[in-house]
């Protein structure tokens, strides 16, 4: 074995050193290609084009207005119930691995699982209604309503905000809860006065992180407005493309959007963002209280987060055997498979050839590091309506030779590119400097470092959050939602159509299925990641 | 004076069984190998572990059922030994206000001790601008603010400098003995902790070897201490 990898690598390190290292950059050099191309000709466009603004600006000022209002008001709560949250689930002594993983596996499931796992709930012949009209005739939620987006917007960045927030309180080192103790100090004062700036820090980050997030809300408004009120700037640049066939006010809502959420991203980026710290989850038991109410506080909470799930018995229930064996559904499936399958890849290289050229730089000890980083990460806060905008005036009135299913790989392969990486950083900085001066010893090839000692390294995590952008690609609403046709849709596509012609139990159904599968997807990964971590024992 | 009685604690396949008492306060060596039980002695004495039976006695009152901070004692750690997000006057403080209040009475105090150990630095700096041994002065200055009868030093200085941890004992033994504090430390740097007490529990396997304090020259001549030496 041991000999078949030295010729693999006396292989490549015959190969032509700046052929080998031009190949590492290629992937990089193209996004910033593209990605150039994409603003340089959108620019144009808007400067030749006359005239330059014809919106109304009462519906613009609307559009404003509510972006901001369901924005703020989600961001409140999620960023409370998530530290709330966080401490019960904390203090509740419960198992901290698996209390992180379910707030991982929450904050990645599909928007539209989630979305129309809440309008089941809430639907008139939802658990809550039938409990409810139990005692009042007359009673009604109705989901389709601010009320309704703020719900779904608030339970992915409360999953965001506990994990931060519960990330932080088990890393908190065991020596302190010690000092706490022997000086009689009470936890929930402790974090009012010796924890809190411990607790909160980097939590600047995340709070602008989801700022953003639920500025940029679009599956979620696009789901579940119920009024032409009801909408955001990326609701807006959907509508001006596809049925006001406006694509100038498109790009210029566009351009204010991504100018707003770069004023507020400037102030993240300008802090770390580090979403993969280390975790030591420790069996400290200080503080933990093991008894009846945090118990009950704690299944709450676990029971709140499992809402959603509650639709996968009434799509079960429906079950149709005709919908799941109908060429059209095959056919999105088949779709939704490749486009994820295409964007993992595209993104795959895309993050290892930036994070490659981010440690070559950093090793060099050039502070050009900080560009590379900032200009994959800034791709973590580009609404994806924004850039598909631009993207479809670059393809269409310039006369590009891209179908749908490329330009909605490419976007999605841009928007997990810098999740992979800024997930990746850590752990493919770790031992950096000896590996370049060994690199440098030895005169090893960056390519045969890549594959060779990189990718081992990596290995546990690359596995992890492949499966988790793939999944998130699986299930992506957004950039689909302009570029497809007769021949090119998605499932998540699919069944917000279905739903929208009054198909419900079809909808449904589908998503049930199709939610099995994710499911099944998620946990193929992680039994191999643990089966790795055992250490295997050699029989004589 | 300290007084253990049967004092035993069991986790996994590892028990431990304590039984020894001392005839003063002074300082006393806690040698062991990594495993044998010191970190768990300390953790029972301090109240931070429950021991499933026997008593812990600290000048004839029973303190086996006491929460930590009903314990008349203070404890020093090898690392963590301050929050390094607050300042010098916060870190010494909390160990007599959980507020944190800056009153004149207060600032007066912190002064005061941080002029007992030389300690002179603006009281408001960060912990963590400060180097090991000037972090590791701080936390002793908080001890000796809470003024409590017995010391539990878990390796705290093992991590630093020689020349550090000879400047550091000094003032643990100045301390010990101005305050007439019974002091415990565990170290495995037993060349070093001859230099300032003669009087050693030895533990192995979660015992302590002959249920008494030893010298130095009595040690010497037990097998499992030759073992450890080795």
């Known amino acids: 074995m041991n000999g078949l990898l030295f010729g693999k690598i006396q292989l490549l390190n015959n190969f032509s050193y700046n052929k080998g290292a031009y190949i590492i950059k290629l992937p990089y050099f193209f996004y910033i290609f593209f990605i150039s191309l994409v603003f340089i000709t959108t620019l144009i466009y808007l400067f030749y084009s006359e005239p330059f603004w014809d919106f109304e600006l009462l519906s613009f000022t609307n559009v404003i207005k509510f972006t901001f209002l369901q924005a703020f008001i989600a961001t409140a709560i999620s960023t409370t119930l998530g530290f709330l949250f966080s401490l019960i689930l904390y203090i509740s002594g419960k198992n901290q691995k698996i209390i992180s993983s379910f707030l991982n596996f929450c904050f990645i499931l599909p928007v539209i699982f989630i979305s129309f796992g809440f309008i089941f709930f809430f639907s008139s012949k939802g658990p809550v209604s039938v409990f409810f009209q139990y005692f009042f005739d007359e009673y009604s939620f109705r989901i389709f309503s601010l009320s309704g987006i703020i719900i779904v917007t608030s339970y992915f960045n409360i999953a965001l905000n506990a994990n931060f927030f519960f990330r932080k309180l088990a890393n908190i080192p065991e020596n302190y809860l010690k000092i706490l103790k022997l000086n009689g100090i009470p936890f929930s004062k402790s974090i009012i006065y010796q924890l809190r700036s411990y607790i909160f820090s980097g939590y600047f980050s995340v709070l602008i992180l989801t700022l953003v997030f639920c500025i940029g809300n679009f599956t979620i408004v696009y789901l579940l407005a119920g009024s032409p009120n009801l909408t955001t700037i990326e609701l807006a640049i959907y509508q001006s493309i596809n049925f006001d066939s406006n694509l100038k006010n498109g790009i210029i809502l566009g351009i204010i959007q991504l100018v707003i959420i770069l004023f507020f991203s400037s102030f993240a980026l300008s802090k770390t963002i580090n979403f993969n710290s280390t975790t030591s989850f420790k069996k400290t038991v200080i503080y933990r209280k093991s008894n009846i109410i945090f118990d009950i506080l704690f299944w709450i909470i676990v029971s709140i987060f499992c809402v959603p799930f509650l639709v996968l018995f009434k799509g079960l229930y429906n079950f149709n055997l005709n919908s799941l064996f109908s060429y059209i559904f095959f056919e999105c499936f088949l779709n939704s498979i490749f486009v994820s399958i295409s964007s993992l890849t595209i993104s795959l290289f895309l993050s290892l050839s930036s994070l490659s050229i981010y440690r070559e730089l950093m090793e060099r000890n050039f502070l050009s590091h900080k560009i590379i980083f900032i200009s994959i990460s800034i791709l973590l806060f580009v609404p994806s309506l924004s850039l598909s905008a631009m993207i479809f005036y670059l393809n269409f009135t310039l006369g590009f030779l891209l179908n749908n299913f490329l330009i909605v790989t490419l976007i999605n392969s841009f928007f997990i590119t810098p999740i992979i990486f800024i997930f990746l950083i850590n752990k493919f900085m770790e031992n950096s400097k000896s590996e370049y001066r060994n690199s440098y010893l030895f005169n090893i090839h960056p390519l045969i470092r890549l594959i060779y000692i990189d990718m081992p390294k990596i290995r546990n995590e690359l596995l992890l959050i492949s499966s988790a952008v793939f999944i998130l690609s699986l299930g992506d609403l957004t950039s689909v939602t302009i570029f497809n046709d007769s021949s090119f849709k998605t499932i998540p596509l699919y069944i917000s159509q279905l739903y929208s012609s009054y198909r419900y139990d079809d909808a449904f159904f589908i998503l049930s299925i199709f939610i099995i599968f994710i499911l099944i997807l998620m946990f193929i990964p992680l039994r191999y990641i643990f089966s790795n971590d055992k250490i295997k024992k050699i029989k004589f | ?230």
């Open chain 2, 1 to 230: 004076m300290i007084k253990l009685k049967k004092l035993n604690f069991n986790f996994s396949s590892f028990s431990t069984e304590f039984d020894v008492e001392t005839s003063k306060n002074e300082i006393f060596g806690v040698i062991g190998k990594s495993g044998s039980g010191k970190s768990t002695l300390f953790n029972l004495i301090s109240g931070f572990l429950k021991p499933h039976s026997g008593k812990i006695f600290f000048d004839n009152t029973d303190i086996t059922n006491l929460e930590p901070n009903e314990r008349n004692l203070s404890i020093l750690f090898q690392d963590h030994n301050n929050f390094d997000h607050l300042t010098i006057f916060q870190n010494i403080i909390l160990g007599i206000d959980p507020d944190m209040k800056k009153t004149d009475d207060h600032v007066k105090q912190v002064k005061k001790v941080l002029k007992k150990i030389s300690l002179n630095f603006d009281i408001d700096t960060k912990v963590s601008n400060l180097s090991g041994g000037e972090q590791q002065r701080v936390s002793i200055a908080r001890c000796l603010l809470r003024n409590k009868k017995l010391l539990l030093l878990d390796e705290p200085f093992n991590s630093l400098d020689p020349g550090l941890r000879k400047n550091l004992y000094r003032d643990i033994l100045t301390m010990t003995k101005k305050e007439k504090i019974c002091t415990l430390i565990s170290s495995h740097l037993i060349e070093e902790l001859k230099n300032i007490t003669n009087n050693f529990f030895f533990i192995h396997k979660g015992k302590i070897i002959e249920n008494r304090v030893m010298t130095y020259q009595e040690l010497s001549v037990n097998k499992y201490f030759k073992d450890y030496l080795q």
